[in-house]
DNA sequence: GCTTGACTTAGACATTGTCCATTGTAGGAT
DNA sequence: ATCCTACAATGGACAATGTCTAAGTCAAGC
């Protein structure tokens, strides 16, 4: 299970209680939390955690490759700890929950070169948006 | 150039000073502005024009289905006013800098239905993320 | 068990967006 | 042309999310 934090560990990440916290929140429900979720859920095991650790924490982790960053709205960021698998995402746009998609094809390579205005192009996300069963029932 | 206003005066939405400066705003350049920019502008044509009327305006402009909100990046919502001809976004991961873009192929189709998770998919949005000639050479 | 530099904290601050009570006005009715 | 009234605009407070800083704390190596 928790070799996310083997993994921190052996790239010499300092381990404080708070960043081990952190890192177990994710660890757990594979779920897309936001930064302050994470909090919430993290202050129930370390209560004395301070919402700016949480927030340098996750974003080091963003920066070690450990968890993405997916902004499907204009609320919060959530944070996605399913980082070693490519995938993309698809957002219920009523109740705003996610699941992770593999779509067939690449859109890279839907995109041809008089479409790149010069730009060296590096990434590309898709987000679909619909209505899950549950908001559909209600 | 306007039928963006006679559109809208068509539709029967009740023409004020100021909404008709935020539609010119839009219409002018077809760029990729946040609502801030988009006050900034219309102050330079109405200086009394307040941010939250800009706000309500774009949101109403949104619902009307005349322009589309996108959001590259977690800072500002920017306001794209070619609502009428379906494209994605290249979005310059440096300077934020924004082209639309046609990929070719359809990723609504390349999504299974083994991988919709029982959702009615309605929408999708696609972001390629790089470098822009600009940000490159410099 | 020291030392030290990295980590954490609390809270102020910044940015973006929303709400609400009040004031103003577009456009139809007279 | 003037009046009415519903809808729009105002501005300032508030909310949500995220960032920064100065001071205190602690993990890990010696």
Redesign the interface.
Known sequence: MSDLLERLRGRGWRMTAQRRVVAEVLDGDHVHLTADEVHARAVGKLPEISRATVYNTLGELVSLGEIL?V?T??RA?RYDPNAHRPHHH?V??QCGAI?D?????D??T???DS???????????????????NC?SA
């Open positions: 960053e902004s709205d204009r960021k698809l219920c746009a699941r998609v593999h779509p067939t094809g859109p890279l839907d995109l041809p479409e790149r205005f010069g730009f060296t192009v590096q990434d590309v996300e898709v987000t679909y948006r619909g209505v899950c069963p559909a």
